[in-house]
């Protein structure tokens, strides 16, 4: 079992930037995948960032990509999501989520992952 806690969201003006972390309990955190999605009032949860479980491959939605930068701190059992030159559009719940091992990681959907967050509310204002 793995339990996933979100932190660092609030109110940004638009060009302003974020750290939003996800402190993980579990004695395996290394070996798992960690990604983070969003989803605003009336959309689906859709895919922002991803990392595999060494931190060496990365992936973002385009919509993100250049402005955001997912990292991890394995021996601190936390994940990162820095977010810098913010848009209104990014206005959105923030949950990070967790991927057992397996053969075939399918990062950006959400079905993909094992364990969720309860997520991190960001507001970004004009």
């Known amino acids: 079992q793995v339990q996933l806690v979100e932190s660092g969201g609030g109110l940004v003006q638009a060009g302003g930037s974020l750290r939003l972390s996800c402190a993980a309990s579990g004695r395996t955190f290394s070996t798992y995948a960690m990604a983070w999605f969003r989803q605003a009032p009336g959309k689906e949860r859709e895919f922002v960032a991803a990392i595999s479980w060494s931190g060496g491959s990365t992936y973002y939605a385009d919509s993100v990509k250049g402005r955001f930068t997912i990292s991890r701190d394995n021996a601190n059992n936390t994940v990162y999501l820095q977010m810098n030159r913010l848009k209104v559009e990014d206005t959105a719940v923030y949950y990070c989520?967790?991927?057992?091992?397996?053969?075939?990681?399918?990062?950006?959907?959400?079905?993909?992952?094992?364990?969720w967050g309860q997520g991190t509310q960001v507001t970004v204002s004009s």
């Open positions: 989520a967790a991927d057992r091992p397996g053969s075939w990681w399918k990062f950006g959907q959400v079905n993909e992952y094992d364990y």
